[in-house]
DNA sequence: GCGCGTTTAATTGTCTGACATTTTAGACAG
DNA sequence: CTGTCTAAAATGTCAGACAATTAAACGCGC
């Protein structure tokens, strides 16, 4: 079956497969859950195979990988150091191809983070889209689409960690850095400042995981 | 909700929200193609909310972005790009952790490459087996989660490639010399062996879309 | 009281027929 | 040729019925 397709009416799928047409219906509402087909009423209207767009790929895999991080309680630990390894495996990308447009993204999010009384959970969100522009800095796609799974499933987790002025003085030093380093096409030190991100982030997340269970 | 919650029966959702019974299900239908509830028949049957599995996920995340990149043409170097960058973050993580259990099955699938007679398909079967294996050698199931996609949706664009014995020979070289560094913990020389192969690949990759337009 | 069939009730699964809604194609008048 | 109306085709929704399945309640002998 080929993009744009039709399928038979539910009536002909009904007749053909000797069920009934709400079985049929059913069915259908399946592989349109999963973004197989789309229906359209109407004289012409039937079913059709769907084109499986990027942008709905990316939203499915984040909230799959997001569901998975949740329910299946994978430690931090595990996702940050599986977030942070893919990341530095863009950073040589990025380093070579990032636009002024990605670097500007990155000193946007970096201005935003330093803002007095930002609440946590903004701090996250401009993190995550710091974040993305490294990511699509290395122009590759499949590269997007793959780390958007693990950088954005993380921040419900990042989101337990109570920044601190501290804490974020740190972060958005080495942020600055590895933003230089891009700029600077420097791609060996924006591995070293991810690097040192991974380490300062694990140590932060452990102190969460204390404070809690002190709690 | 929490996982194994149940809710509404059919009939009383019907009711709640003023539709029919036939419209509720096709709603659950929905719901259970996206692997987010399960039903039970019987008496205290239902609609439950599902806890989402590593491996429903993982075969879920695998099958979306071979649609994916089989219904949006990514090209050949994009995703071999993507997939060896990706790869490489897990070279390190890998060399330090991978178990006996690993290098073995590494080992039998270089053994299997270089069986006389193997079918191109087969011999990509093979490639994907060895490289989920360094993969899972780092011992990080959302690595191995997020990786999943990158390296198996690859294998219908490998899949288009001729190996001759010169290639693979020259591919199992490199496997050897990846599976040589993991065992001695040699996590840079992996990753040098894993550059190679990366532009190894994409050689192989535009001679095939070559020879393919010739055709 | 305890074990063991039997019944009963609740729930999902399926079928049937009907009607509403939407959209296109074609007939027809101007 | 153009605009309008109508018919047909298709999905969307509804109501009601029955089948199938499962667990709980019941009854009964012991």
């Known amino acids: 079956m080929n993009v744009d397709e039709r399928l038979p009416s539910e009536a002909e799928l009904a007749d053909q497969f000797q069920v009934s047409r709400s079985t049929v219906r059913e069915a259908l509402k399946r592989l349109a859950a999963q973004n197989l087909i789309r229906t359209q009423r109407g004289a012409t209207g039937g079913a059709f195979v769907r084109r499986l767009s990027y942008d709905e790929a990316y939203a499915q895999h984040i909230t799959t990988s ?4 949740s329910m299946n309680a994978v430690d931090f630990q595990t996702a940050c150091e599986a977030r942070f390894a893919l990341e530095r495996a863009c950073a040589p990308l990025s380093s070579a191809r990032r636009t002024p447009d990605h670097l500007a993204t990155m000193r946007a999010e970096i201005h935003r983070q330093a803002q007095p009384g930002l609440s946590d959970e903004r701090f996250c969100d401009s993190d995550v889209a710091f ?3 490294l990511v699509d800095g290395a122009g590759n796609p499949v ?3 793959q780390l958007a799974g693990a950088v954005e499933a993380m921040q419900p987790l990042m989101n337990m960690i109570t920044f601190t002025q501290r804490n974020r003085d740190v972060i958005i ?3 600055t850095r590895i933003a230089d380093a891009l700029e600077m096409q420097n791609g060996a030190d924006a591995d070293a400042a991810l690097a040192e991100l991974t380490t300062y982030t694990l140590t932060l997340g452990e102190e969460a995981m204390e404070a809690r ?3």
Chains 1, 2 share one sequence.
Do not use: E, K, Q
């Open 66 to 69: 997001t569901l998975l991080l």
């Open 131 to 133: 974040h993305r522009a």
């Open 143 to 145: 590269l997007s689409y």
């Open 173 to 175: 030093g080495l942020h």
């Open 213 to 215: 269970a002190r709690r």
